[in-house]
């Protein structure tokens, strides 16, 4: 049976074909003909034209928070994704399909997520919570007794989570992950320099100079964008420090996030925390000193997953490989 394991994040979206691998990955971006809605590119192709369109393209991300902010160009980028990778003639098939989704997410979010799914030619749709897929993918014990916990940081969203005997015993998901911290970016280059830089550089300036723990050798690096008095490009130097305090504020959600997982953690699995320590997965987990800054503030062991973008996917297609094993793992 063809089955398909789908993460639909806010930044990338993934996609194993049961049998085949990882097919997709690929950031969750969807550009189309503004008068036409032909679609004329996505993924990364399309992630490329983000705030340099031409004035007849537009391109957008159609998740944001970890759910489907833009329902039509959602569906559009799903179907264009699956007709890629499957074979001519498979959506008479229909697979079944298994979807990460945010632990946080509302009946309405489902309803569209479900929708979104079907219309791309699934014969049937099963959801997965995020922290409960990234704990599968990683290999943790989700169906024995002993407690495990997880923290994913995506794009748009963290979660938390502690599973054990197949489900999340406690919990916490804030809308506050990658995102976050590059707006803080942007906005902090704004105020500091009188200078406009794009998400995209915004992005770039976390990835390489950016922090959530004192480094041992801060870092500088070159920043251009448009100086908003005189409107002419320019290019500044940026510090690692100021970085670092610029997006102290996400970085601090997301560690409280952490502390109330734990204060809502029965005290047996607590224990059981206490010996094997917490899992970061997803793309902000890789924030530098994250995890240095959450051994401090927990005073348990944090170890990063060593693929942390595909933990997800990976996660929800071993549900598929194992589905009477960990059936009683999906979310309804
Ligand atoms: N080296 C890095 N350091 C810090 N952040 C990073 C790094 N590499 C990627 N990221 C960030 O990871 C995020 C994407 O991660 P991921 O693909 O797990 O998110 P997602 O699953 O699409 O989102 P969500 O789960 O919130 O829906 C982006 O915000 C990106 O900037
Ligand atoms: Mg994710």
Request: glycine share 10%; charged share 25%.
């Amino acid at each position: 049976m063809a089955d398909i394991a789908i993460d639909l994040g806010t930044a990338n979206t993934l996609i194993e074909v049961k049998g085949e691998g990882l097919v997709v990955n690929e950031p969750s971006v969807v550009a189309v003909d503004r008068e036409t809605r032909k679609v004329r590119a996505i993924g990364l192709e399309a992630k490329r034209m983000l705030g340099r369109t031409p004035e007849g393209i537009l391109a957008v991300r159609p998740m944001r928070d970890g759910v489907i902010a833009d329902v039509d160009m959602a569906d559009l980028m799903l179907r264009h994704f699956l007709e890629r990778v499957l074979p001519r003639g498979f959506f008479r098939v229909k697979p079944r399909v298994v979807i990460g989704v945010p632990s946080g997410i509302t009946e309405m979010e489902k309803r569209a997520v479900r929708a979104a799914v079907m219309s791309a030619g699934a014969r049937s749709v099963y959801l997965i919570s995020e922290p409960m897929a990234a704990a599968i993918g990683v290999g943790l014990p989700v169906t024995s007794p002993r407690g495990s916990m997880v923290v994913n940081v995506g794009g748009g969203t963290s979660e938390i989570g502690v599973v054990a005997l197949s489900g999340i015993v406690a919990d916490a998901s804030i809308r506050v992950a990658g995102y976050e911290m590059d707006e803080a970016i942007v906005g902090y280059v704004r105020k500091s320099r009188n200078l406009l830089i794009g998400e995209a550089t915004a992005e770039g300036v976390k990835i390489q100079v950016g922090s959530a723990y004192p480094l041992e050798e801060e870092r500088e690096m070159d920043v251009t964008g448009r100086d908003l008095v005189n409107g002419i490009p320019k290019t500044v130097r940026v510090n690692s420090i100021e970085i670092r305090e610029c997006i102290a504020e996400p970085v601090a959600a997301i560690v409280s996030a952490v502390r109330r997982a734990l204060e809502v953690t029965p005290p047996e699995l607590a224990s059981d925390i206490l010996d094997a320590g917490i899992v970061m997965t997803g793309g902000g987990a890789q924030l530098r000193g994250l995890g240095r800054l959450l051994e401090r503030e927990t005073g348990l062991s944090i170890h990063l997953d060593e693929q942390p973008l595909t933990c997800v996917v990976r996660g929800a297609a071993r549900v598929l490989e194992d589905w009477d094993l960990y059936q009683g793992v999906l979310s309804h």
